[in-house]
């Protein structure tokens, strides 16, 4: 496993921001880079920098699922999407 430095990290199509790689080291459960961007390759994509209409949908959708299942409390506010 190889480890770099934020401002060097290897070129990848979905290269996250030097700015945000203190943030995803936080919060990440492996902490080596060339996992980190596995895993923005991975989870990273179209729908990540616009949902859509059919992206708010699903989220719609899935938020009336969770509140009939009861996952949500009843009551619960939309979730609001931009």
């Given at each position: 496993m190889v480890s770099v430095p934020a401002g060097n990290m290897p070129i990848s199509p979905t290269r996250p921001a030097d700015d945000t790689v203190p943030t995803m080291r936080r919060h990440a459960q492996e902490l080596t880079d060339d996992?980190?961007?596995?895993?923005?390759?991975?989870?990273?994509?179209?729908?990540?920098?616009?949902?859509?209409?059919?992206?708010?949908?699903?989220?719609?959708?899935?938020?009336?699922?969770?509140?009939?299942?009861?996952?949500?409390?009843?009551?619960?506010?939309?979730?609001?999407?931009?």
């Open positions: 996992v980190m961007l596995e895993h923005v390759d991975l989870y990273v994509n179209e729908w990540t920098e616009d949902l859509g209409d059919a992206g708010r949908a699903a989220l719609r959708m899935l938020s009336r699922q969770a509140a009939h299942v009861g996952l949500l409390p009843a009551g619960t506010r939309a979730l609001i999407v931009f």
